[in-house]
């Protein structure tokens, strides 16, 4: 002790010094509140010790022995100077340094596409012969470019430019052999708004509501516009040519495209348009729903039109590609159409999902009949039975039947949005009069499962059964500042795929000013399904059976030269620009525009591009 006392008379900073991992400090980043200090130096902890020595041996050095009288004599303290240590703490983290607005931020000054995926078709990376894209990677032909629409297939992309022009790219296009890597304009000055793909055919859709059949091929398309009015070489198909531009004419139309948009009322107009593999679906603004064939290579016959008993042997007269309205869901207003490979959806106003199709791997959300392998008249989805048979607790219940809020299918897969409420009792009432109501948002799933691409933590080959539900999208909240309580969150849109799928969700964001301090956060995103090309923009190949997190776009190539880049990516996670009035460019110098940042799912294809 007296060795203590002289050390801390000699060095006075020992007495008075805290330890630095019991200061706490203010955080400046959204959600996080007062916090430890700074990560401890390994070794940091033995350093009060080191000079408690230095200190004890200096005192006992300065206590001399006088061997004659056999007492040891206080000998005077030399003045020593102990230069002052330069203690710097961590600081927190500066808002404008922050991952969330890095991303904000870059995605607002640098647009541009960024996919990964297979290349096999050369439409994720036109310009490399790499046959594989691990992580997200810039489109360098769609640098600084605001898309409409943008859809991916392994062999085709096809994006919509900011006026409205037809982009189309990839080996499908092209052709296997050829060696071009231009994006080519195929459809100009019509005002595009959307696209949709087949096997063979790109189905799009002006602003004034029209709908355009466009072959995929380039050579077909120059065969197109080269045969106006000249009879079609006897050495390519004739029979799908005869039908397809009508009834025993073998002539085909002055241009490459054909105009196939359906006989509608006066004011009335297709407003969406959804592709599978060999059919597409038209929504129009009364909320009618027409069905069509897209695709010149099969017939659809497995009830994706939803025209009980129509097959090739007994189509309808007419071209071959005549949209016709679904006469099952005459009389029901529809606000919203989706489509798989071969199956389609269609969600009502009021909340209610119709599906026919193929349902092989019970894609339509109904149980799986081997003797009835798909269902041509639409069918309504029992999503009461579904929380039924859910297990609601003897204490909670429904207060009035779920509303599906949204829709999403591709491949062999569909998924819903349901917004539930339950009455649920207080703690420790029995009272009926004080149930309380709880806002669920819920989200479901069916069909193939094998590659993870269902989302609900099971390799489940198919939902014989019916939906079941996605937890990790499912009773999501989180606080809101401007309600002053907690609200239910869940995806705000889905894309499917082939065999894998992706989430936006609809949580809280915020986008600031360039030049603001302000901190700006956006969307999170999710991926599961199928991997084997690294569609799922984790960079490595395993499928995954439940969502997760990806690291950011523009950071991906530089985060794998990191140490610890598998988890710094995860740490550091993409968030999508929200639905946001910018300036784009440098600092926000450039011009205004309301833009948001969407992501896509194709076959064995990824990407996220930033949209009008």
Not at 2 to 20: D, E, G, K, V, Y
Not at 119 to 128: F, K
Not at 330 to 350: R, T
Not at 396 to 421: C, H, K, Q, W, Y
Request: aromatic share 6%; hydrophobic share 40%.
């Amino acid at each position: 002790m007296a060795s203590m006392r002289t050390a801390t008379r000699i060095f006075p900073s020992l007495a008075a010094r805290p330890f630095q991992a019991a200061v706490r400090r203010a955080s400046t980043i959204p959600g996080r509140g007062l916090q430890r200090g700074g990560r401890r130096r390994r070794g940091g902890g033995s350093e009060a010790l080191k000079l408690l020595g230095v200190g004890a041996f200096s005192a006992a050095a300065y206590y001399a022995y006088d061997a004659s009288s056999g007492v040891a004599k206080e000998q005077p303290v030399p003045n020593v100077v102990i230069p002052k240590a330069e203690v710097e703490f961590e600081q927190a983290e500066k808002a404008q340094g922050s991952s969330q607005n890095r991303q904000i931020k870059s995605s607002i000054e640098k647009p541009g596409v960024f996919a990964w995926g297979s290349n096999v078709g050369r439409v994720v990376a036109p310009d490399s012969k790499e046959t594989t894209i691990k992580r997200p990677r810039r489109i360098a032909a769609l640098d600084g470019q605001l898309l409409r629409d943008l859809q991916l297939d392994r062999d085709l992309g096809v994006a919509v430019t900011e006026k409205g022009d037809v982009l189309q790219w990839g080996t499908a296009f092209w052709g296997e052999k050829a060696t071009a890597t231009e994006l080519t304009a195929t459809m100009t000055g019509k005002d595009i708004i959307k696209v949709a793909l087949s096997k063979d055919r790109v189905i799009a859709l002006s602003s004034g509501g029209t709908v355009y059949s466009l072959p995929a091929s380039q050579s077909d398309q120059q065969l197109a516009a080269m045969s106006s009015g000249t009879t079609v070489s006897t050495s390519q198909p004739a029979w799908w040519r005869r039908i397809l531009w009508n009834s025993g004419s073998t002539s085909m139309p002055p241009s490459s495209f054909r105009i196939m948009t359906p006989a509608l009322s006066w004011g009335e107009r297709v407003v969406d348009v959804r592709g599978g593999l060999e059919h597409c679906l038209l929504l129009t603004s009364a909320g009618r729903v027409f069905s069509a064939v897209s695709s010149l290579v099969s017939y659809p016959a497995r009830g994706q039109l939803g025209l009980p008993g129509v097959t090739w042997e007994t189509r309808p007269k007419g071209p071959l590609d005549q949209p016709h309205e679904v006469p099952g869901l005459c009389g029901i207003a529809v606000s919203k159409i989706a489509a798989g490979d071969h199956h389609s959806l269609v969600l009502s106003k009021d909340g209610r999902v119709f599906a026919f199709g193929d349902n092989a791997a019970g894609q339509l959300g109904v149980p799986v009949q081997p003797s009835v392998p798909f269902v041509a008249q639409p069918v309504e989805l029992p999503m009461q039975k579904l929380y039924e048979a859910d297990g609601l607790s003897e204490k909670t219940r429904l207060a009035r039947p779920p509303r599906v809020t949204s829709i999403a299918a591709g491949g062999a897969n569909s998924f819903f949005t349901v917004d539930a409420e339950a009455l649920v009792d207080s703690p420790g009432s029995s009272d009926a009069a004080k149930l309380q109501r709880k806002t669920i948002a819920d989200t479901w799933a069916c069909g193939s499962g094998l590659y993870g691409n269902l989302g609900t933590g099971k390799w489940t080959h198919i939902s014989a059964n019916g939906p079941s539900k996605v937890k990790a999208l499912s009773g999501l909240a989180e606080y809101s500042e401007a309600r002053g309580k907690t609200v239910p969150i869940g995806p705000a849109s889905l894309a499917v795929g082939a065999t894998h799928a992706g989430a936006v969700l609809g949580n809280a964001t915020h986008v600031s000013a360039p030049s603001s301090t302000e901190p700006s956060w956006g969307s999170e995103v999710l991926w599961w399904g199928g991997n084997e090309f690294y569609q799922l923009g984790t960079g490595r190949r395993n499928n995954e059976c439940e969502p997760v997190h990806i690291g950011q776009l523009e950071a991906a190539a530089a985060e794998l030269k990191k140490p610890n880049a598998e988890m710094t990516g995860q740490r550091e996670r993409l968030e999508l620009l929200p639905r946001a009035t910018v300036r784009l460019g440098e600092r926000g110098k450039g011009r205004k525009v309301s833009t948001q940042q969407h992501i896509v799912c194709g076959r064995f294809v990824s990407a996220v591009y930033l949209s009008t």
